[in-house]
């Protein structure tokens, strides 16, 4: 599974739930909450009626009832009274309490009923329902009954208050409502809850997609650098915020300093392998010009000296190239160049080695200019080594061959000698700097080695 994946479904599988168990704990707490207000509330309208219902309760004779007293016709006025309140958008349109009064003994002496046409409890007993047995024994009395037991809307809320004639109770006052009557705004408050929910579930998504694009965006870019670093190939680092671009140039400078280290290594190691050649050359030769020599044995050993001198010479500038170029990353100074025209100043300034190795060079240019972005001196520099290296590979008397041709959105440059070729042995090797393989020789001529075919390419 790739990385952006893995961050997206992580970070989705992380907001779900938390967003789930966020959304859900909000909209079960709706309910309890409502229903914590609303006792509240009725607590303090069933302790002002028990205070209104004492006098009345107080003077009514044994099994009677309060149907007549003032108290009971104030109550059914209130429940017959018409309202139209609009409260944060919703419509309140009757008036929901049921208010029952029972005596010292439980009985019911009155009661209003439910609007719904459910008949009044006057006369029955109440003594063994949870809100008035508490409240004659001195506690908190309410409770919370279903009308249909498997129906949970049909709840209602019961919460009663003692009447009491100085401290005596002498009877106990219930206000009840329905749960039904405040389910509307239970249901906008969950809905409101869950809309906003899922508004931030699919905000936090959205922010979670730009988030892991970007990390997987610099990741790649990273990646992508590293696997040219892998390669070998010279790359500027990206350019990354934070810790990203940190570990960029973190990665640049260890691909530097491992490549010093590798590099001064193999040079090392390579200059010393091909400075023992010359170096013991000049130093037999001088220990033989030192004894009595015949002129014409004296002037072979000068002449190898001069010979060797020259080819150190030319290992030191092309070591002093190859430094040049080994630690640059990138063209610096690119101008627009015709490449038909570097190739002829090549051939001009090579022209000199062509006639000592007694080599024919056959140009084919390409019809009409030939232009190309690049850096004027290393472009001479790369075409010099290819002419260097094919007329040192060329037999005497043969030939060299340059062709420039067009091709689909390049220029493609070649030559080509007609020696004998690279051993098989050599194959493999070169690219390796300052490896030297034996250059073809006239007959009579002492064979010898090259700078290099690493260096030379």
């Not at 006098?55 to 429940?79: C, E, I, M, W």
């Not at 279903?146 to 949970?152: I, Q």
């Not at 025209?341 to 080599?359: G, S």
Request: with cysteine; proline share 5%; net charge neutral.
């Amino acid at each position: 599974m790739k990385l952006g994946l893995r961050l997206l479904l992580g970070f989705f599988l992380i907001t779900g739930i938390a967003a789930f168990f966020v959304m859900r704990v909000f909209v079960a707490e709706v309910r309890p909450s409502v229903s914590e207000v609303m006792e509240d509330m009725m607590v303090d309208t069933a302790n002002i009626l028990a205070e209104l219902a004492v006098d009345d309760l107080a003077a009514l004779p044994a099994g009677g009832t309060l149907d007549q007293s003032r108290f009971a016709l104030r109550v059914k006025d209130y429940a017959a009274r018409p309202v139209d309140a609009r409260i944060r958008g919703l419509s309140k349109q009757t008036m929901d309490f049921r208010i029952y009064l029972t005596d010292v003994s439980g009985r019911v002496v009155f009661d209003t009923g439910f609007r719904d046409n459910v008949p009044p409890a006057t006369g029955q007993d109440y003594s063994q329902w949870r809100d008035v047995t508490r409240t004659l024994r001195g506690e908190y009395g309410a409770r919370s009954t279903r009308l249909v037991y498997s129906d949970d809307q049909s709840s209602v809320m019961y919460v009663a208050a003692p009447v009491k004639q100085g401290t005596r109770i002498v009877g106990v006052l219930t206000v009840a409502k329905p749960m039904s009557t405040v389910q509307q705004f239970i249901h906008r408050a969950e809905r409101d809850i869950l809309v906003k929910g899922f508004w931030l579930l699919g905000l936090s998504l959205a922010i979670g997609v730009a988030v892991t694009g970007w990390i997987v965006w610099s990741v790649r870019r990273l990646r992508h650098y590293a696997q040219h670093v892998q390669l070998g190939q010279r790359q500027p680092p990206p350019e990354l915020p934070g810790e990203l671009g940190d570990l960029a140039q973190a990665m640049e400078a260890m691909r530097d300093r491992l490549d010093g280290h590798e590099h001064v290594e193999q040079l090392v190691r390579a200059m010393t392998h091909e400075l023992k050649s010359p170096l013991a050359a000049i130093g037999g030769a001088a220990e033989l010009l030192q004894e009595e020599l015949p002129a014409a044995d004296r002037h072979l050993f000068a002449q190898q000296i001069r010979d060797q001198a020259d080819r150190l010479h030319v290992l030191v500038e092309r070591l002093l190239e190859l430094s040049k170029l080994e630690h640059r990353h990138s063209l610096d100074h690119q101008v627009m160049l015709d490449l038909g025209m570097c190739v002829e100043q090549a051939i001009q300034a090579a022209t000199a080695r062509l006639e000592q190795r007694q080599l024919a060079l056959v140009w084919h240019p390409m019809d009409g200019l030939a232009p190309v972005r690049g850096e004027p001196d290393l472009l001479a520099m790369a075409i010099s080594n290819l002419l260097e290296n094919a007329v040192d590979f060329s037999s005497p008397g043969g030939r060299v061959e340059v062709t420039m041709t067009r091709g689909k959105g390049h220029i493609e440059l070649s030559v080509r000698d007609h020696g004998p070729g690279v051993p098989d042995y050599a194959l493999a090797r070169l690219g390796e700097r300052f490896y030297s393989t034996p250059r073809p020789t006239a007959p009579g001529e002492t064979p010898r080695k090259g700078s290099g075919l690493g260096l030379a390419v």
